[in-house]
Each structure stands twice: as C-alpha cells, then as structure tokens.
C-alpha cells in the first residue's frame, strides 16, 4: 500500500471510472483529487429502512414498498429511445402500479409471482397508489435496498448513481486517514477515529452515527481554524516592538476629557497600556457597542504614545470619519499634540509627507491611504483603525509587515466573545461593555408607507425643541447613480414640502470631499436641521444633538447595518427615536424590524443577524480573509467550537511551535498557503 498522502493528492481520475472527460464535469463541482471526493460530502440522505404497506405508504414522498409481481410488464412507447414501463404488485394491503421511464432497449428480466422491494416516490393517480420507480431489487437480495442512502452535489452530466460509486471507491481506496488527534484526544473529547468519521459521513447506519460524524469533522475543522489563528497570533507576539515607558501621561489626558470615563473604556484602557509597555507587540481589539465610546480609548492609547515621543496612525474607512476623528482628537487634545489630516483630498500633500517623516507630527488620521501610500514616519509606534469590520486578516498582516507592530483595532459590530475568537483569533480582545451613564434606549417604530406623513410630522415636533434628525435612503440596486436619485427625489419632496421651513440639506457618496465636509460641518455646528443621506453615515459618524432618525425602505438593510445606522442617534442624554418604514410583508424582514424595535443591544443583535443570515453572508470569507467551512456552522455549532478552543489552548500551551504535532503543522501551512500572505507563517 502507498503512502496515503499520495493517495489522498492523486488526480481524481486515479480512480476507476474517471476518464478525461468525467474529471472536468467533477471540476466544477471543485473535485479535483481523491481527498476532495472524500471530502465531498451528501448534501442529503434518503431513508429506505422501512418497508411499507402500499395501502400505508405516504403520498408524495419516497419509499420502500415490497410485493409479488403480478402481471407481465406493460411497455408503453413514447418516443423513439423512450418507453413508459408498468409493473402491477400486490402485497396484502392492496395493488398498485410501479412505473418508470428508460430506453425501449433496456429490458430487464422480471421473474412473475416473485417477491420485489421496490423504492420510489409514491404519487396519487386516479384516487390510486402509484410509484414512481427509482430502484428495484428481489426482496431475497435486498441488503442493498434497504438502508440511508447518499444524495450528492451534482452537475449536468453527472448522475446520482455515478457520484455514488465514485465515493464508495474513494472510501475503498483509504485503508485508514490519519488522524491529526492522538488516541488519548479522541477518548478525552469523545471523537470517533477520522476514517469512520468520513465513511459515516457517506454511509451512515442511521442518523445519530451521522450526526456524531458530523459533530466530529466540525471538531477538526474548527480545531484546525483555531490553531491557525492562534499560531498567527503567537507569531505576530514574538516580533519585538519598542517599549512606551512613562504611562503617566494617562492621567493627564483624563483630565482633558470633558466626561468621566467608563469603567468599560478604563478597563480597555489599562489593557492597553499594558501592552504598549509590553517589548512585545500589540494586537488588540477593542469591541463595544455603538456610543460605547471607542474613541476615546483610541484616542488615550494614542496621547500616551505621543508624549513619549512617537507617532501613531489613525485609519478610518471614510473620509467624513476620519475628519470627524481629527476634529475630536483636536478637541480633546487642545494644541498639546500635533494632529494631521490626510485624505484622498488633502491639498498640499508632498509638503505634509515631508512634515511627517520628519517628525512634525504626532499623530497622523486619515483613510486607509495611510498606510498604503509611500507615507514614511520618523519613528511610527501604534497604528489605530477604526470600524474593523472593514479591515480583514489580510489587512492586518499587511499593517505588520509595513513594520507596525502596535495595532489596536476597533470593531463596529459587536459580536459575541467565542464568534470573535474565530474571527479575530490573532487578536486580543477588550469588550466595553457599559455604555456611559444617562444614555437613554433609542425607541424605535416600524411603520408601512401610510403613516409617513405622520412620522414627519413626529420628526417635526423633535426639530422644533432644536434638535436635529436623520433621514436615510436606501442605495438602488447599489448602483452610484441611482443612488444618488433616490436620495435626490427624497430630498427634493422634503425640503420643498414638509419641511420648506427647516434647514436641510443631503448627503450622498458621490458628491466632492469638500461637499461632504461642508455638510456634516454644518450638520455638526447645527446649521442643518435635517440631513437627508444615504449610508454614508452610516459608520461612526458622531453628532450628539442628532436624537431622530427615519429610515426609508427599511427592509433593503441588514440587520446589524440597521443598528449601526441607528447608533448615529440616542448618542447624547436626550431621548432618542428611530422610525422604520418598510413596507414588506416577507417574513425575516418583519423579523429583523421586530427585532429592531425590541432591544437597543448590539450583542443580542448581531447574534441574530447571524441566526438569520447564515454565518457565509455574515462574514463573509472576502472579509475576513479565512478560508471557508465545509462542515461546520458557526452559529449552531458554538458548543463544539467552544471544545475545540480549549483543546487548541492546551496543545499552544504544551507545543508552541508544533513540533509534536507535525501533521497539524502540516495542515495549518497548507491553509495559509491559500490565503493572500502566505508568509504570515514566516
Ligand atoms: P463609538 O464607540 O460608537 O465609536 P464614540 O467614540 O463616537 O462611540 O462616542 C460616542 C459619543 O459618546 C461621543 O459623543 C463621545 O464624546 C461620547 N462619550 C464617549 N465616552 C463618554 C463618556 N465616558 N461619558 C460621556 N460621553 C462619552
Ligand atoms: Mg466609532
């Protein structure tokens, strides 16, 4: 026997029955080699244990059904190579007709007044049992009848029967996988051996074997996922970072501050400063809900750095955020710290990118043009970006191998702690988890198109009292242009109707940088009573006078994107509203309102989204740049993720660089392999 890893990598068409023109037809289904086809798993199983009674049988379902063959077969033709075949049995419930189609030529030899199985779907014709054949077998030989069978994947040109013997040969190729788990594992974690795992996977002997199976091949894949992220971890650990000695500075910055922090953000706070006194480098997230106050972590980590005399970066994923956070730290900071802008439209450019390598600056903000432009800093310490969930994996190891050994990331959908462990396994975390006192619950309303005119009216009265208010337009289609109309027509109604005698303007992604800044200046200072945007706004934009917010077409967005729209008001001690419109009557979309309505907590909401998206939609691989899962479901499979992460812990702890584990080594290369940076493993 060779070398099953050989086995394992060889073309597919190693296998009997695979020629040329088979292997491309299982290409698209991504079958390429033996391990594939292994790996290619039923997406569904028909039952055909039981054998019923043709009086019993359930219509419109498929099943087994055993009798004696009364009559010759009957042979109707239809069309040139295809006949109507009839059978008529009996068994002591009753008659019925089997019937199937196939090539005049195919006969098949039917011994009369003998005992059938037959297995197919059981239709109603003329107020009488029939069956649409599938499979006939004597019912002295029916071993291979009667039992779960694999449905597979499949492709035109590819047929059940084909994928089915194409795995049993497969299966029957590998005398035993090799585990990754060593016997002790498997009995400590209750795992049954790899090979019975994957045999059961397309074979089961009844549906809890198949779902211990299952269960099993989640373990690994979770466990394999974990591993990877945790030794990127332990890598991005051992680069050496220079130290911020003197933390003092932190009570100077507090004292600037125009509130009292949380105990939420303090905590955050000190986890950070441990790290930035730490010689090994940092890579941190920051997680809190809307309003929790993220910026004022970043912006403490980010004074405490600059007194000690290094620069740090900001990065936001708009250039109205990265305005906005320019304004705050200027804000906070007064003229102790020099703050640069620089975005896309920043004018004067080469003079600032002087400025910066020289060291004129303390802290640089901008879009992520900060980092990848051949911006150079003098002695750059810390980078901060905001709003992660726009910055992937590979984001990140791009900011370490720019030399950034400091990252601190804040995440603006807040998940919960053992989903962020996946997602960000190479990261630590802190979770703010207070919201700063006197916030009030932004109440929120789903109304259908009827009540507009009332809903306006109700924002109406908000401006009246001086304060402001948001309306949000969905994009059409995502198209640049439409957007751009279905904001326009919105705001063209409103302000020359409802609201003629209110200050309003509109915002929209396509106007010039200098427009935008204009606006949400004027949005800040109050000179804007309503702003009519599209999503925009939708990330970090912080204005706390702002306590209305009508969202139009409500149903054309998701539901964490409806929370971090709504996060945009109930940011100051004012009480806070959001009125939905959404005239849908499809049935996730009234849940996802309902749950808007029903709780302010971004935790309890992102945890929904996931239940209702999927977890493929809710991250996405393009985002976070992980490979994808076969098996696993992040969302029902918590508690075996859960297992999977204390077993990952204890192997990190005992073999860091998996020197024991070889095969697990080997696995965790070949995933990386296939991302973007496969040097993040050195
Ligand atoms: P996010 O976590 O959503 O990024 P921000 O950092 O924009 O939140 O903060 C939201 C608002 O809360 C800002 O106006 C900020 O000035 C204010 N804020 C932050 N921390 C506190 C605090 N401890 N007490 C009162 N207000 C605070
Ligand atoms: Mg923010």
Same mark, same amino acid.
């Not at 949380?262 to 090994?280: C, H, P, V, W």
């Not at 984001?395 to 997602?423: E, Y």
């Not at 054309?556 to 996060?567: I, K, P, V």
């Given at each position: ?39 290619? @798993? ?54 019925? @007709? ?16 003998? *005992? ?18 599938? =499979? ?50 498997? $009995? ?6 790899? +090979? ?31 591993? &990877?992220? !945790? ?16 933390? &003092? ?40 809900? =809307? ?33 906005? *956070? ?8 007064? +003229? ?10 920043? #004018? ?19 879009? *992520? ?8 800093? $003098? ?48 990261? +630590? ?17 789903? =109304? ?51 609201? /003629? ?22 949005? $800040? ?77 971004? @935790? ?13 939609? @809710?991250?996405?691989?393009?985002? *976070?740049?992980?490979?994808? !899962? #076969? ?30 584990? /070889?095969?697990? /080594? ?17």
């Amino acid at each position: 026997m060779e070398n099953y890893i050989e086995t394992l990598n060889k073309s597919i068409q190693y296998i009997k029955g695979v020629g040329e023109k088979r292997a491309k037809l299982l290409e698209k289904l991504s079958i390429f080699n033996v391990w594939d086809m292994l790996y290619c @798993f039923p997406r569904n199983f028909e039952d055909r244990r039981n054998i019923y009674k043709i009086n019993d049988a359930p219509i419109g379902t498929k099943c087994c059904v055993e009798g004696v063959v009364l009559r010759k077969l009957n042979e109707k033709r239809i069309k040139k190579n295809i006949s109507l075949f009839a059978l008529n049995i009996e068994d002591e419930s009753g008659m019925m @007709f089997v019937k199937w189609f196939s090539n005049p030529n195919y006969k098949i030899d039917i011994e009369y007044g003998t *005992h059938y199985t037959f297995y197919g779907k059981i239709i109603e014709a003329y107020g009488r049992r029939e069956m649409e054949l599938e =499979v006939m077998e004597k019912s002295s030989d029916i071993k291979n009848l009667l039992k779960i069978v694999p449905v597979y994947p499949l492709t035109r040109g590819l047929t059940q029967n084909v994928m089915r013997s194409l795995a049993s040969e497969c299966i029957n190729k590998i005398t035993t996988l090799k585990d990754i788990f060593s016997n002790e594992i498997l $009995k400590e974690y209750n795992l049954m051996p790899l +090979d019975t795992a994957v045999k059961t996977m397309h074979n089961p002997k009844n549906f809890e074997i198949l779902e211990k199976a299952r269960q099993r091949l989640v373990f690994e894949e979770l466990f394999v996922l974990q591993m &990877s992220l !945790l030794s990127m971890k332990e890598n991005t650990k051992k680069a050496n970072t220079k130290v911020i000695s003197d933390t &003092s500075y932190l009570d100077e910055f507090i004292k600037k501050l125009p509130f009292t922090l949380t105990d939420g953000q303090k905590s955050a706070i000190d986890e950070i400063m441990l790290d930035l006194k730490d010689e090994k480098a940092m890579n941190r997230l920051v997680q809190g809900d =809307v309003g929790s106050g993220k910026t004022a972590v970043a912006a403490a980590a980010m004074y405490v750095a600059a007194k000690n005399k290094y620069q740090c970066a900001f990065m936001a994923p708009t250039e109205i955020l990265a305005t906005q *956070h320019y304004n705050t730290l200027k804000n906070f900071y007064g +003229d102790d710290i020099k703050v640069a802008l620089l975005t896309g439209s920043t #004018k004067g450019k080469k003079k600032l990118y002087e400025e910066i390598e020289n060291g004129l600056y303390d802290i640089v903000v901008g879009t *992520h043009a900060v980092i990848e432009d051949g911006v150079k800093f $003098k002695n750059l310490i810390l980078a901060v970006t905001d709003e992660q969930h726009r910055f992937g994996v590979n984001q990140r190891a791009r900011l370490n191998q720019k030399g950034i050994t400091n990252v601190l990331v804040m995440s603006a959908t807040p998940i919960p702690r053992t989903l962020a462990l996946i997602l960000y396994g190479d990261l +630590d975390i802190s979770i703010i988890a207070s919201l700063p006192k006197g916030r009030q619950k932004t109440d929120t309303f789903c =109304v259908d198109s009827s009540y507009k005119t009332r809903a306006y009216n109700f924002v109406k009265k908000q401006l009246d009292e001086k304060r402001q208010g948001y309306v949000v337009c969905p994009l059409v289609e995502e198209s640049e242009t439409l957007d751009v109309s279905s904001g326009e027509e919105i705001y063209k109604t409103l302000s020359t109707g409802i609201f /003629k005698d209110y200050k309003t303007a509109l915002l929209h992604g396509k106007m010039k940088p200098k427009e935008k800044d204009e606006i949400m200046k004027n949005f $800040k200072e109050g000179n804007i009573d309503l702003l009519v945007s599209t999503t925009v706004i939708e990330v970090g934009v912080d204005v706390p006078n702002a306590n209305i917010m009508v969202i139009e077409n409500a149903e054309r967005f998701g539901l964490s994107q409806l929370h971090q729209l709504r996060g945009r008001v109930g940011r100051g001690s004012e009480k806070a509203y959001c009125i939905l419109i959404c005239d849908s009557d499809n049935e996730t979309t009234k849940e996802r309102m309902n749950i808007m309505t029903k709780t302010n907590d971004g @935790f309890v909401i992102s945890k929904k989204d996931l239940e209702l998206r999927g977890c493929g939609q @809710f991250f996405g691989t393009r985002q *976070h740049g992980l490979p994808e !899962l #076969k098996v696993a479901n992040l969302f029902t499979d918590l508690e075996i993720l859960k297992k999977a992460q204390s077993l990952c812990q204890k192997v990190i702890k005992e073999d860091p660089d998996l020197s024991k584990n /070889k095969m697990l /080594k080997e696995r965790i290369k070949s995933i990386f392999q296939k991302l973007e940076n496969p040097d993040i493993l050195n």
